[in-house]
């Protein structure tokens, strides 16, 4: 029966395997575990890159004429800038007041409120004071009127009264 053998880099035995000294045995018998150095092949990191070939001198005049640690030796010159062009100025359409009818007015302690329909798409819209419609802001509400203003523009609407109810007879 052939005696077991751990098998390492060191150590060759003739029949091409490699045999771990005795004391490896010993280590691995005792339970410690051994720590053994791999050889890698060198590779072609390790030699240094090839020297450049020297440059021209004719190919650095900038620097022959204008030397790096010279007392007198400036920044290039920004380049010149072209004046700015004057700000375009976009005129202001004033929006057109809103299309709205007041349908109710409500006016409490603690509540300023007046409800509008518009016209364009027939909802309802609900605004207190200082709300804004399409641009406009609410300014006041009176028991009868309320009024929008846009800058210098003053639009004052009055709630819609009812007229009479028709009887279904």
């Not at 050889?39 to 005049?61: K, Q, T, V, W």
């Amino acid at each position: 029966m052939a005696r077991p053998c751990i098998l390492f880099p060191m150590d060759r035995l003739g029949n091409g395997h490699r045999r771990a000294p005795s004391s490896i045995v010993l280590a691995l018998a005792l339970g410690v575990t051994p720590v053994m150095a791999v050889e890698e092949p060198a590779s072609r990191d390790r030699f240094p890159a090839p020297i450049p070939a020297p440059l021209d001198l004719d190919a650095m005049i900038a620097t022959r004429d204008r030397p790096l640690f010279v007392p007198g030796r400036h920044p290039p010159r920004p380049p010149t800038q072209l004046s700015a062009a004057p700000p375009i100025t976009v005129p202001i359409v004033a929006r057109p007041p809103p299309g709205a009818v007041v349908t109710g007015i409500i006016l409490g302690p603690s509540i300023r409120m007046a409800t509008l329909k518009l016209t364009s798409t027939g909802k309802n819209v609900a605004l207190e004071e200082g709300g804004t419609l399409e641009g406009w802001t609410l300014q006041e509400i009176s028991a009868h009127t309320v009024v929008f203003v846009q800058d210098d523009r003053v639009l004052k609407l009055a709630l819609k009264r009812r007229g009479p109810e028709r009887g279904g007879n």
